[in-house]
């Protein structure tokens, strides 16, 4: 499976997120007020007609780019997706000059960042009750 990488709505991220991510809410964080900024980027990516994933990108005038909301079905994980859509942003990052591309990452999902060339901010902090910790790549 090589799956694409599409443009999509807000709407189009929001059923992956609540799977996913938040599947006993709160529902503030399956929609985030910036969703509908101009600025903002949200990609799917597919399996032929599959949705299987999801990603979205705030830019913000400090020339830094976050990524939030990044999940892959669960049927689908472990197997290169995510890597994939992954290094695709980070490409675009580069070729939009933006200096620092950076997500509040779940603790859980932390080896995978590292991958990626990712540092961390020493704090841990807790959304509802999941913990995170800031990842950032430096360009
Ligand atoms: C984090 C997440 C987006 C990564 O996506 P993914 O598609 O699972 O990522 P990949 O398959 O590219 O890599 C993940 C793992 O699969 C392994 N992998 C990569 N390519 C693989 C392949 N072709 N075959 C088998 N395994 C592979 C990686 O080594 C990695 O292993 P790990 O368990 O040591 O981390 C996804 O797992 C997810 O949605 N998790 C739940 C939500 C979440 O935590 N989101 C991130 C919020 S910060």
Redesign the pocket.
């Known amino acids: 499976m090589t799956p694409q990488i599409r443009p999509i709505t807000a709407q189009d991220t929001y059923a992956i997120r609540k799977e996913?991510?938040w599947p006993n809410g709160p529902d503030h964080m399956i929609v985030i007020t910036e969703d509908d900024l101009s600025s903002t980027q949200h990609l799917g990516l597919f399996d032929r007609d599959n949705h299987i994933?999801v990603i979205s990108l705030f830019t913000t005038n400090d020339g830094r780019m976050q990524f939030r909301k990044?999940?892959?079905l669960n049927s689908?994980?472990?197997?290169?997706?995510?890597?994939?859509l992954l290094s695709h942003i980070i490409d675009l990052a580069r070729a939009q000059n933006v200096t620092q591309l950076w997500?509040?990452?779940?603790i859980?999902?932390a080896?995978?960042y590292t991958?990626f060339g990712f540092s961390f901010r020493p704090e841990n902090f807790f959304k509802s009750d999941v913990e995170y910790k800031i990842a950032y790549l430096d360009f």
């Open positions: 996913i991510l994933g990044f999940a892959v689908y994980q472990g197997q290169g997706a995510g890597s994939l997500c509040n990452a779940r859980d999902a080896p995978f991958r």
